[in-house]
Every structure is written in C-alpha cells, then in structure tokens.
C-alpha cells in the first residue's frame, strides 16, 4: 500500500490505518484524507482607482471594486470552513471480498476525508483562483472553478420548475456556489455533462429534481456518487480498481444540505 500521493496539480491524499490511532476489531476503520492547498488571489483596480473593467468566462464585463482587508479575510475563512464542512465525512468504502485479503495487511472499510487549506504562496498551492468583489448593484456573476466572486460564500436563493416522476413541479433550495466548484476541483462533473455538447451549458446542470438538487447540479445536497474521487484515489493507494470499492453513506451525511431545500413539489 502506498500511504501518502502527492499531486501537484488536483490534491494531495493519505491513506492512514486505523492501527495508528490504536483501533482495532472489526469495526476499526482506516482514514482517506484528500488535502487541497488554495491560493485565493484578490483582484484589484489599479492604484488610485476605485473600480476597473473585468470579464468574465462569458466575456461579459463588469465593473469591479476594491477589496478591504476585513472583507478579503471573512472570504477567505467562510471559503476554507464551508469547504471542508460540506465535503469531510459523507463516505464509507467498503472494499469488495476479492481484495480484502492481501499479504500486507486486509484492507477494512475506508472513511473519507477532506481537508482545504488556503495559503498564501502560490507555489505550494494545488490551484491558483482570482476573486473579484462586485458592487452591489451588480448583476449576476457566473462563477467557474478558476474565477470566483465574492458572493460565491453566501447563500443565493434559486427557483424554478423541474421534472419529478410525477411532471413538472416547483422547486426552490439555497446553494453555495463554492459548494459546485470545490467539487470540480475534486474532479466531479455536472449531473448531465455526458448528455449535451457543452459539459458547461444550462442543461448540463440536469433536467430532473434528483439532479438539480444535487451539489454538482446547481443544489446543496450530497450523493452518493460523490464518493468517486475518494474511489479513485484509494484504488492508486491500495492497487485495486476503483470499482473493488463501494461507497455507502457515513453516519447521517446523507442528509447534509437538505435542510436548504425551500420547496422540492
């Protein structure tokens, strides 16, 4: 087994067994953690200028504002806690009986864990992102997982119909855009990407309840499938395939995020 991968480029992860922490038995569970470095970088306007022209992925321009230093710091400490909280602790692996018995130890079930760490030198930064602070009259900004804005770590109230197995119904849920992002860091595309010609068109974002609501979808829940980056890094840990690995939900983590669904019908 290889305990530590490091990965310049999406995160580092380390594969700890539950021997180091004493635990043992058939309950005792060894530990994934996926750990991803950020350097969030402020986007000014020049020096005696109070706002500059920016564009964004859409190439739509807008007018940015300066960032302060007590803004700049609640941004960077509600992206790095929100961040960790929504995705540490939602899955179990359970290793297949083919691979459970190995020479160099039986493999047990895996919980996965996710740190964020923000730093401020950026060559020790697993990815690089600009923030941009809009006035308040702005319109809306779409976001990416390069270039955020600083309403990206509050919560936007989202609306509209949505197909459910019994037709088309009304729905509303509060999302957390970092939320969405963070989770392509992790490697996770939207619900429908695989359906449509652009993976970041509308209709990427799914056509049904179950797939809007998620957190890869435009919503504030977790699924199950979720698990896969925590898959795939745990097959290169163990040299196994991704699929010797089932995931299951750990403690209530299946509810996480359901509390922000307004209306759902």
Same mark, same amino acid.
């Given at each position: 087994?290889?305990?530590?991968?490091?990965?310049?480029?999406?995160?580092?992860?380390?594969?700890?067994?539950?021997?180091?922490?004493?635990?043992?038995?058939?309950?005792?569970?060894?530990?994934?953690?996926?750990?991803?470095?950020?350097?969030?970088?402020?986007?000014?306007?020049?020096?005696?200028?109070?706002?500059?022209?920016?564009?964004?992925?859409?190439?739509?321009?807008?007018?940015?504002?300066?960032?302060?230093?007590?803004?700049?710091?609640?941004?960077?400490?509600?992206?790095?806690?929100?961040?960790?909280?929504?995705?540490?602790?939602?899955?179990?692996?359970?290793?297949?009986?083919?691979?459970?018995?190995?020479?160099?130890?039986?493999?047990?079930?895996?919980?996965?864990?996710?740190?964020?760490?923000?730093?401020?030198?950026?060559?020790?930064?697993?990815?690089?992102?600009?923030?941009?602070?809009?006035?308040?009259?702005?319109?809306?900004?779409?976001?990416?997982?390069?270039?955020?804005?600083?309403?990206?770590?509050?919560?936007? $109230? &989202? #609306?509209?119909?949505?197909?459910?197995?019994? !037709? /088309? =119904? %009304?729905?509303?849920?509060?999302?957390?855009?970092?939320?969405?992002?963070?989770?392509?860091?992790?490697?996770?595309?939207?619900?429908?990407?695989?359906?449509?010609?652009?993976?970041?068109?509308?209709?990427?974002?799914?056509?049904? $309840? &179950? #797939?809007?609501?998620?957190?890869?979808?435009? !919503? /504030? =829940? %977790?699924?199950?499938?979720?698990?896969?980056?925590?898959?795939?890094?745990?097959?290169?840990?163990?040299?196994?395939?991704?699929?010797?690995?089932?995931?299951?939900?750990?403690?209530?983590?299946?509810?996480?995020?359901?509390?922000?669904?307004?209306?759902?019908?």
């Amino acid at each position: 087994m290889i305990p530590v991968i490091q990965d310049r480029h999406t995160f580092d992860s380390e594969l700890q067994r539950a021997e180091r922490f004493g635990m043992k038995g058939p309950d005792a569970q060894d530990i994934l953690w996926l750990r991803m470095r950020i350097c969030l970088v402020p986007v000014n306007p020049p020096k005696g200028k109070s706002s500059t022209p920016f564009w964004n992925s859409e190439n739509i321009r807008y007018d940015v504002v300066r960032w302060n230093a007590a803004d700049w710091q609640v941004f960077c400490d509600r992206y790095q806690a929100l961040s960790t909280e929504h995705w540490n602790g939602n899955f179990l692996l359970i290793p297949s009986p083919r691979i459970r018995k190995r020479p160099d130890g039986e493999l047990r079930t895996v919980f996965c864990g996710f740190t964020m760490d923000v730093v401020k030198d950026a060559s020790k930064a697993h990815h690089v992102i600009p923030v941009v602070k809009l006035p308040e009259n702005a319109p809306k900004f779409r976001s990416d997982s390069e270039l955020y804005c600083d309403r990206d770590v509050w919560r936007e $109230l &989202l #609306e509209g119909e949505v197909q459910s197995p019994n !037709g /088309p =119904v %009304q729905a509303a849920w509060k999302r957390l855009t970092i939320h969405h992002e963070v989770g392509h860091l992790l490697g996770l595309p939207h619900p429908a990407a695989g359906r449509v010609k652009d993976p970041n068109q509308k209709e990427a974002y799914g056509s049904t $309840l &179950l #797939e809007r609501m998620g957190t890869m979808g435009s !919503g /504030p =829940v %977790q699924k199950l499938y979720y698990a896969t980056p925590w898959q795939d890094r745990l097959a290169r840990h163990t040299q196994t395939l991704a699929s010797d690995w089932m995931p299951t939900w750990a403690g209530d983590a299946e509810k996480k995020g359901r509390e922000f669904v307004v209306k759902a019908g």
